[in-house]
């Protein structure tokens, strides 16, 4: 699962369309964590796809990830300022790729 306390233990190494990248980073094989308010563990993310359904806000998009050893696509975080907290995207990912910060 992703670590809850990523901002402590990790680097932010890179900005992505906005958002924070921290590491470590290799690509195409380690991809590190993207977002902050809303952070996706790519190197977790096994393009499930639930969050981007269930999103009531539509905050994830689809990046295109070749030679990642889990899945070619990640779920970005690409709008994680409209984020409501609702929490589901937590809920439904199954392999809890995803952390919301909702404090
Ligand atoms: Fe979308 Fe809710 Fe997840 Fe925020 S917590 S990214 S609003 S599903
Ligand atoms: Fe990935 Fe989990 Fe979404 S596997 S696509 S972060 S539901
Ligand atoms: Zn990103």
Redesign the pocket.
């Known amino acids: 699962a992703i670590d809850p306390q990523f901002t402590e233990n990790r680097e932010q190494v890179d900005t992505h369309k906005g958002h924070d990248v921290w590491g470590p980073v290799e690509e195409p094989e380690k991809l590190g964590i993207h977002g902050t308010h809303?952070a996706v563990d790519f190197d977790i993310c096994l393009a499930d796809g639930a969050?981007l359904e269930?999103?009531?806000?539509d905050?994830?998009e689809w990046v295109e990830t070749p030679g990642h050893p889990e899945s070619e696509k990640k779920a970005d975080?690409a709008n994680?300022t409209?984020?409501?907290?609702?929490?589901?995207?937590?809920d439904v990912c199954p392999v809890d790729a995803?952390d919301?910060d909702?404090s």
Not at 54 to 57: R, T
Not at 82 to 90: A, G, H, K, R, Y
């Open positions: 809303v969050c269930d999103c009531p806000v905050v994830f975080p994680e409209q984020c409501i907290d609702c929490m589901l995207c937590v995803i919301v909702a």
